[in-house]
């Protein structure tokens, strides 16, 4: 059974910056695309970035220079590095796997990033 469980979520200030986790466990990660999405209140959940097994990786243009999405297969993890956080970044981050051939996806339980002064 494929768990995801994120941590890094918090309170920071416009201009800080925070560092989400996603531990995933119960497949073999590797193959899968990995990425977070986010939700603001009365918004719909939203692609943040995403990363392939071979590395590449996809980014929303608002994010783009500021975000880094990156992840190590050997200890099934993906990270996002937010830097120059702003406050229309808060939201609820959701770790999202998804499976290559199936496009089976599977979903974390969501951390509160709020950005605020």
């Known amino acids: 059974q494929v768990q995801l469980v994120e941590s890094g979520g918090g309170l920071v200030q416009p201009g800080g910056s925070l560092r989400l986790s996603c531990a995933a466990s119960?497949?073999?990660?590797?193959?899968?695309?990995m990425g977070w999405y986010r939700q603001a209140p009365g918004a719909q959940r939203e692609l943040v970035a995403t990363t392939t097994s071979r590395g590449a990786t996809n980014y929303k243009d608002s994010v783009k220079g500021r975000f880094t999405i990156s992840r190590d297969n050997a200890k099934n993890t993906v990270y996002l590095q937010m830097d120059s956080l702003k406050p229309e970044d808060t939201a609820v981050y959701y770790c999202?796997?998804?499976?290559?051939?199936?496009?089976?996806?599977?979903w974390g339980q969501g951390t509160q990033v709020t950005v605020s002064s």
């Open positions: 119960g497949s073999i990660f590797s193959i899968y695309v």
């Open positions: 999202n796997v998804r499976h290559p051939l199936t496009n089976r996806d599977y």
